[in-house]
């Protein structure tokens, strides 16, 4: 949201830090507790190496149209352009960064806010539609019949592709996954471990356990071969692999 900063404070190796820290980091904040002493800046330009990664890593079995929607958030610096490297056909809507957000906020958890983008899938005829929020860490998907699918059905599908991969292995999920998911990914082979809501919480387990893939109902997917990051770029090219990867309905 527009009245928010926007900044998410990180310990070393690029573990969020507590809500509890959070509160510490605003009460010395508050009180202009700050520590004194010189320090080294460095600048690197990663998007070339980052974009490289994703392109070496999704490569499409057949290509794609799809419409992205950044939302207007920071997902417009690399989303669509990631898309088309792994061999996506684009249409953007909404690709311009713009904090003030002048379409809809970017929260592709409702349902509401997708809406633009169901309705140009169907109008450019494409195979399939994402949206991120704000800071690109949360991703929603539409079909090829414009479709919205509910961010737990999309983890069951991250997690089917991720058994594939890792037979018997464990999914992190939050206590608002629906039974309907965890009986999903128990009938592909895998098991489920239950923890609290929240992106830091769920990068700490992630980090410090033996899981395969997490993820909650807000859209948030954690790959355990990516940092164990809710990299949602990271995801919606893996979702257009897997839609590749299918039989084509044409």
């Not at 669509?80 to 311009?96: H, K, Y």
């Not at 899938?121 to 949360?138: S, T």
């Not at 082979?189 to 807000?218: C, N, Q, V, Y």
């Amino acid at each position: 949201p527009t009245h928010m900063n926007g900044l998410k404070l990180l310990e070393r190796d690029g573990i969020p830090i507590s809500p509890d820290e959070i509160t510490r980091v605003y009460e010395l904040a508050s009180a202009r507790d700050f520590e004194t002493g010189s320090g080294s800046v460095e600048s690197r330009e990663i998007e070339p190496d980052y974009l490289h990664l994703l392109t070496e890593r999704f490569p499409l079995a057949r290509p794609l149209r799809v419409v992205a929607d950044p939302g207007n958030g920071v997902a417009t610096l690399t989303g669509p352009e990631a898309l088309r490297r792994t061999g996506c056909d684009v249409v953007v809507i909404n690709g311009v960064s713009d904090g003030t957000f002048p379409k809809h906020l970017p929260n592709p958890q409702e349902a509401a806010t997708m809406e633009e983008l169901r309705a140009a899938v169907v109008a450019q005829g494409a195979d399939l539609g994402l949206a991120w929020d704000g800071d690109g860490d949360r991703v929603g998907v539409v079909d090829e019949k414009g479709l919205r699918h509910d961010p737990d059905a999309i983890l069951a599908v991250l997690a089917r592709e991720a058994l594939l991969r890792s037979p018997g292995g464990t999914v992190l999920v939050d206590v608002k996954t629906s039974l309907s998911t965890i009986r999903d990914i128990e009938a592909h082979g895998g098991t489920t471990e239950i923890g609290p809501t929240g992106h830091s919480l769920a990068k700490r387990r992630m980090r410090h356990g033996d899981f395969i893939l997490g993820g909650e109902p807000s859209a948030h997917y954690y790959f355990a071969d990516h940092y164990n990051l809710d990299d949602a770029v990271y995801g919606a090219c893996l979702i257009a692999t897997i839609v590749a990867d299918a039989p084509s309905v044409s």
